[in-house]
């Protein structure tokens, strides 16, 4: 089995500023430890639990920002796509463009990622079996797109909490499926601090590791300089001053399960 990639950023597209502060600071770590990455942020989090949350630059000014860093610093570049209308103008700057959790069955969306033939991520939704991502390949191969993932990032386990089933990342495997697990994501704790989303940041590297001795493609980890700060899910993001180690521990799990 192949090293698996990374999915490296912040949550949102805070500012300008700060996408290029946390770019910069994420590619020489990534350099040094040989990884294939994809920078990440969203231009807009349009799922926040309060309407007054913090979103984002929208579509346009958002992937022109990463396109300009994919294009300065050499990187792959990634973020949310929410309306079909959108994948089109996000197809310009972005390498992977990534459907989320609660629109993953939105045949539309689907549709409009997968015609742009640019390679597509499919969050699988919290409220999905992993037999029932197969449905969701399908349509993407009836468009043509056969370059595509789906991630797991937990499933509903009563109210404000999420768990993950392990066994989702062997049998989506099996089906034929590229898998990419989303440490931080699945270690949130939707609403659960009323206004907002709460998490267990730090248990997103214990499920990394296993993510990865289980066997994926790649991995999904949110990362900022200051989480405590950050102006969306701020509890499951890691600090950025320790994600070198949690990626070196992560390849070093890769190697001794499957050798490589």
Request: proline residues 5%; hydrophobic residues 40%.
């Amino acid at each position: 089995m192949n090293q698996p990639f990374f999915i490296l950023g912040p949550c949102g597209l805070e500012s300008e500023d700060f996408a290029w502060e946390m770019a910069r600071a994420i590619k020489p770590i990534a350099d040094r430890l040989g990884i294939g990455y994809y920078f990440k942020a969203s231009y807009d989090k349009a799922n926040r639990t309060s309407g007054d949350a913090f979103r984002g630059p929208g579509v346009k000014e958002g992937t022109r920002i990463l396109g300009e860093i994919s294009k300065e610093l050499g990187v792959k570049v990634t973020t949310d796509i929410h309306h079909p209308h959108e994948a089109e103008v996000a197809a310009e700057h972005i390498d992977l463009l990534q459907i989320p959790a609660f629109l993953c069955r939105q045949t539309d969306l689907i549709e409009a990622c997968a015609k742009t033939g640019r390679t597509v991520n499919v969050k699988k939704g919290q409220f999905l079996a992993p037999l029932d991502t197969v449905n969701i390949a399908k349509k993407l191969h009836s468009y043509d797109c056969d370059d595509f993932y789906i991630t797991e990032r937990g499933s509903s386990f009563g109210y404000n909490n999420l768990v993950v089933d392990m066994r989702s990342l062997y049998i989506m495997r099996e089906e034929g499926i590229r898998v990419i697990f989303d440490a931080t994501h699945s270690v949130q704790r939707p609403g659960g601090l009323g206004g907002s989303t709460g998490g267990d940041g730090f248990l997103a590297p214990v499920l990394a590791r296993a993510a990865v001795a289980t066997g994926v493609d790649g991995v999904f980890m949110e990362t900022h300089s200051n989480p405590a700060k950050a102006l969306s899910d701020g509890p499951n993001q890691i600090p950025l001053t320790e994600i070198e180690g949690v990626i070196k521990r992560l390849l070093a799990v890769h190697q001794a399960a499957h050798g490589e």
